[in-house]
């Protein structure tokens, strides 16, 4: 079973509103990933988490706050967003996390529209 | 010099041809290259992995890399209607940084 599971599948949201996205997989993997993903572009890395520690943080402006409560779950919390951020927001996981460059494998995102 | 570089597109095959599909990578530190199908609207669904250099065949589809050339395609043998997508080529920049191409648009015409 390969299922990376993301909540919700659509978000509306006003430039003022807090909200958090979800993602959970029950692969026993231990790397967890965000990406960003505009329209007609590829995704974009913003943050990994190996064994629940924030590894990588790709300059996500601060609004965007990452939290990794368990070796399941992964929370992407929401504030004060502009409607450039409006997106397809993606969760992604791997085996380890360790040694690196290993598959990752894709929950089917939330689209977000910030207005 | 973008790292991982794709033809945009949009590629247009036959119905029962042979889709080719082309990726170039600057790092040569990159180990592991990745083949994503992405429908519209839909997340990437990974399609091959491949880590050594040579062909690597699963089913209709063959995954070719070579690291002297840092050149990586995915041939489509049979191509079926079901198979037009974005298709992106991903290849690793440091240990857990995957960066992914433009994505090539891909149509097979019934």
């Known amino acids: 079973d390969t299922e990376v599971t993301q909540t919700p599948k659509h978000l509306v949201m006003g430039m003022t509103n807090k909200k958090s996205l979800k993602c959970e997989q029950h692969m026993g993997h231990r790397a967890m990933y965000w990406y960003k993903q505009k329209a007609k572009k590829p995704p974009e890395l913003m943050f990994v988490y190996s064994y629940e520690k924030l590894s990588i943080n790709e300059s996500v402006p601060s609004r965007f706050s990452p939290e990794c409560p368990n070796s399941s779950l992964l929370n992407l919390h929401l504030h004060a967003l502009q409607p450039e951020d409006s997106a397809l927001y993606l969760c992604a996981s791997s085996l380890a996390g360790t040694g690196g460059q290993e598959t990752q494998y894709f929950g089917p995102g939330t689209r977000l529209l910030v207005l | 010099q973008k790292e991982v570089e794709q033809n945009s597109g949009p590629l247009s095959v036959p119905e029962g041809a042979i889709a080719s599909l082309n990726c170039t990578y600057s790092d040569r530190g990159s180990q592991s290259f990745f083949w994503y199908r992405q429908y519209s609207g839909k997340s990437p669904e990974l399609i091959m992995f491949i880590y050594s250099n040579g062909d690597k065949e699963d089913g209709r589809f063959t995954a070719q890399l070579n690291k002297a050339s840092q050149y990586v395609s995915l041939l489509i043998r049979d191509s079926q209607p079901s198979d037009s997508a974005t298709y992106l080529c991903?290849?690793?920049?440091?240990?857990?940084?995957?960066?992914f191409g433009q994505g090539t648009r891909l149509t097979i015409n019934p």
């Open positions: 991903a290849a690793f920049q440091g240990a857990q940084k995957l960066v």
